[in-house]
Nanobody, 122 residues
């Protein structure tokens, strides 16, 4: 069974940085997409960043381009989201996700981890 466990959220001031990590287990297949979604306090969801397990260009939402970086040294084990120059509007629950399709951007993840809360104070 695929399991995703996100960590690294917390409280940070505007302009600060956080690194989110996702521990991954149970993947016994190839050709999939990993990424991060976030859910804002009002309930809206946004796909933040995605990568394919075989590499290639990452996708970033316009709202985070140039500030966030998604990476993975071993897509079947771990995923990272480096978040720099954080803004109050980045405040959200962040979810590590996996899709069995390789289409980017990801629309309907097949697997979700538990969220990790990021709060950016002004």
């Amino acid at each position: 069974e695929v399991q995703l466990q996100a960590s690294g959220g917390g409280l940070v001031q505007t302009g600060g940085s956080l690194t989110l990590s996702c521990a991954i287990s149970g993947i016994r297949f190839d050709d999939f997409t990993l990424g991060w979604f976030r859910q804002f306090p009002g309930g809206e969801r946004e796909g933040v960043a995605f990568i394919n397990d075989r590499g290639g260009p990452a996708y970033y939402a316009e709202s985070v381009k140039g500030r966030f970086t998604i990476s993975s040294d071993n897509p079947k084990k771990a995923l990272t989201l480096q978040m720099d120059n954080l803004k109050p509007e980045d405040t959200a629950d962040y979810y590590c996700v996996l899709d069995l399709l390789t289409e980017i951007p990801m629309k309907y993840p097949d697997y979700w981890g538990r969220g990790t809360l990021v709060t950016v104070s002004s």
